[in-house]
């Protein structure tokens, strides 16, 4: 005989397997659950809906955000662009005199040489005579030419580029175009160097602006000294390089007068009369290119050095 199997066995059976008879579906369940607790169905739906309702808000709220700042990026760039161009009308207007004395130079050369042939001309002189005479004003003609490329290459506007350079041939490059104010104000240019010069991977554009402003701010400097120090004052700058493994240094050093800015750095900051407060500016943008760095400070007695320090493979392009 079988023995009998009891009814709370199978009972129990039935419910681990989920078959039970009596037992409901798991939604019935729920929905008497919701039936008798309505109040906090409620409460649930609302926060689902006010959760959704936060989440469609941030999203225009972060949408705005985004517009705002696409815009103002925008803006950033057109002032950039407008500096950028400011920046290089001011290096016209620093190069000032000794642009109008170069430029000047070949033009008087070439009256004098025309006016010299014409002479020459009525005296009936042989050709051989003239020959020289217009090869001179070929030459002269050469010179203004190669001032007028050289402004418009430092102005005009342009791409960055880099490309390896004679940094010592930059530089002379650069105090030849300053050789009007220098000799006007007697002041000694000195160049010295240390380690071997190596090609250096430049925007010469870029650091021949950055020395035309460093070095007309030590003849600034110079001409101040001068008045403070009276007639036997000998102004010098000394332009030094100095070559090393990694970088190539830079350094403009004057006998002026030191700085009398706290923060001469900073654009438009400048105790000139005249002066646009970009020079150094200028240097900081430039240097910032080259993933390199700019700085100044005062020298004892008096005066000042500016350093620009380029690593030959820059970090930041
Ligand atoms: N070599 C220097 N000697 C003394 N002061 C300097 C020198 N270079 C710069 N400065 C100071 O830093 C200021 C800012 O220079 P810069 O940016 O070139 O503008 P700016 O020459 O138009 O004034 C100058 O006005 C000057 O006070
Ligand atoms: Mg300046």
Redesign the pocket.
Known sequence: MDAPVSLLAIDKLYQALDLHPFQQPWWKNALRWLKQHQEWAWALLLFVIVLNAYHFWLEFRFSKSKKALEQTLLRLKEKSELLEHSQRVAIVGELGSSLAHEINQPLTAIRNYSEGGLLRLAKRRPHEDIVPVLENIQQQVERADAIVRRLRALIKKRSIEKRPSHVEALIDDTVELMRFRLQKQNIAVIRSLEGTAVEVNVDGVGIQQALV??L???L??CELQRGESGANYLGKILIKTEYSAESLVVRVL?N??????DN??EAF????QE???????ICIDVMELHGGEFA?HSVLPH??M?TLTIPYHATQH
């Open positions: 402003n460093l007309n701010n030590a600034d400097a004057d002026g007068t030191g700085l009398k800015h001469p750095t900051a400048s105790t000139k002066g646009l407060g970009l020079g150094l500016a100044i005066g000042c500016a």
